[in-house]
């Protein structure tokens, strides 16, 4: 059973740039999130998914934005890129079963490390 | 704004000791808290923690909460070189809608020297 893949593992941009990064949830789980991890610092929440929409989103700025698409895979884009968006990207997904979300912890993949030059 | 405090930010001991990672939090409207591994990459879950005073136990590892206090530790006894990681505690808060996206602390790096 695959977990959350994610691709690219890593890649390189310049500022300016704009990038966009992909998740697979694991199998079963329909609910997605992206974190963004600074080096030294704990994951930062950046938005969630769920049924195509955004559900929540964090304190980031409108050059990132999302999708989900059908199948529950969901993309991450960064427009105008910054040297501060240097980071490792998370996905995480869960089972979006509203009654019972808390049992539902997050499953992470292992991320997209994107560095800007 | 919720806020979420982990100390010490990192930790070097030698295999055989036993640790504890502090989280302490400002949230509104607490479920539980969880805490993560993350060895390379993917923060791999280890403990919920939703009642106050009863401890998880999973091995040589084992979580308490305090949710008057605000605080959640974490014990590793008997430690290994493969226990070297960050471990990351976030508390899980009622948004309403199933929206739960995490505030996590900065993490422990823990380093076990053989």
């Known amino acids: 059973d695959a977990g959350v893949t994610q691709s690219p593992t890593h890649l390189i941009k310049t500022r300016g740039q704009q990038v966009t990064l992909r998740c697979s949830p694991k199998s079963g789980h329909d609910t997605v999130s992206w974190y963004q991890q600074a080096l030294g610092q704990g994951p930062q929440f950046i938005f969630q998914y769920y049924e195509e929409e955004e559900r929540q989103r964090g304190n980031f700025p409108d050059r990132f934005s999302g999708h989900q698409f059908p199948n529950y895979s969901s993309e991450l884009n960064v427009n105008a890129l910054l040297l501060g968006d240097s980071a490792l990207y998370l996905c995480?997904?869960?089972?979006?079963?509203?009654?019972?979300?808390?049992?539902?912890?997050?499953?992470f993949g292992a991320g997209s490390r994107l560095t800007v030059l | 704004e919720d806020k979420v405090v982990q100390s010490p930010l990192s930790l070097v001991v030698h295999e055989g000791d036993t640790v504890t990672l502090n989280c302490s939090y400002e949230?509104?409207?607490?479920?539980?808290l969880l805490w993560y591994k993350q060895e390379k990459k993917a923060p791999t879950f280890l403990f919920m923690l939703t009642s106050s005073g009863i401890e998880k136990k999973s091995g040589r590892l084992s979580s308490i909460l305090d949710k008057k206090e605000l605080f959640s530790i974490l014990n590793i006894t008997a430690t290994q070189t493969g226990d070297s990681a960050i471990y990351l505690c976030a508390p899980r808060v009622g948004r309403g809608g199933g929206a739960d996206g995490l505030t996590f602390g900065k993490g422990t790096h823990l380093i076990i020297q053989p």
């Open positions: 949230v509104t409207n607490f479920r539980s």
């Open positions: 995480a997904s869960r089972r979006g079963d509203r009654k019972n979300s808390g049992a539902n912890v997050l499953t």
